[in-house]
């Protein structure tokens, strides 16, 4: 399996345009997570899914960032409009529900806001 | 509820010394814990896990853990460091029930100088 698949790698985009992060989880895990990284938080869990539903998405900073999962092999983590405080890692993993919590993250989309 | 602190955000060290990173935990209830490894521009990735039986857990490229339920402390030791071992580590903590979402450290970063 080529493992989670995070696209763009790189995002470079003016505060207030519409940034859509995409993720394609590994095939058969049907839990997905959406985490954040920055230097002055650490890494925080925005939402994840299970079986494409949406189960917790208390950490999700505000009502700009949505996330979907529209079914098993895609889900987008969308952030309208961005400003120059959501740069920074975002990363998606995927993990089987049956399996003792190993999750497999994703090489991050790294988000530049000017 | 569960947490995790790493005791040392920075961690250097010259190459073939030995290392301890250091992780306590707070849990009510029995918990599952992880070290994952995060090298320069990618995601993170498991190191090793403990989940039961043997507190003495080894994992990936000659790292190995001890849980300590008394200390509640799972510390990330090896006896000889490589130039390639610089990276961030994670601990990470989860307690079995509901979806096991585990709770992530904010990180040691590991520089290991020649």
């Known amino acids: 399996d080529a493992g989670v698949i995070q696209s763009p790698r790189h995002e470079v985009t003016e505060m207030g345009q519409e940034v859509t992060l995409r993720c394609k989880p590994i095939?058969?895990?049907?839990?997905l997570f959406w985490y954040r990284q920055t230097m002055m938080r650490g890494l925080e869990l925005l939402i994840y899914?299970?079986?494409?539903?949406?189960?917790?998405d208390s950490g999700m900073p505000e009502d700009r960032f949505s996330a979907k999962m529209p079914n098993a092999s895609f889900s987008t983590l969308k952030i309208q409009p961005s400003e120059p405080r959501d740069s920074a890692v975002y990363f998606c993993?995927?993990?089987?529900?049956?399996?003792?919590?190993?999750?497999?993250f994703g090489a991050g989309t790294r988000l530049s806001v000017l | 509820a569960q947490s995790v602190t790493q005791l040392d955000s920075q961690v250097p060290v010259f190459e073939e010394a030995p290392v301890e990173l250091r992780c306590n935990y707070s849990?009510?209830?029995?918990?599952?814990l992880f070290w994952y490894v995060q090298y320069p521009n990618q995601g993170l990735q498991l190191l090793l896990k403990?989940?039961?039986?043997?507190?003495l857990v080894k994992g990936i490229n000659g790292f190995e853990a001890e849980f300590n339920k008394s200390q509640t402390s799972f510390h990330l030791r090896k006896p000889s460091v490589h130039i390639s071992d610089t990276a961030e580590y994670f601990c990470?903590?989860?307690?079995?029930?509901?979806?096991?979402?585990?709770?992530f450290g904010r990180g040691t970063s590991l520089i290991v100088h020649p």
């Open positions: 993993a995927s993990r089987e529900g049956g399996a003792k919590n190993i999750q497999y």
């Open positions: 095939s058969g895990h049907d839990y």
């Open positions: 899914f299970n079986n494409n539903v949406p189960i917790d």
């Open positions: 849990s009510s209830v029995s918990v599952y």
């Open positions: 403990y989940l039961s039986g043997s507190t």
């Open positions: 990470a903590v989860s307690e079995p029930g509901g979806s096991y979402i585990p709770t």
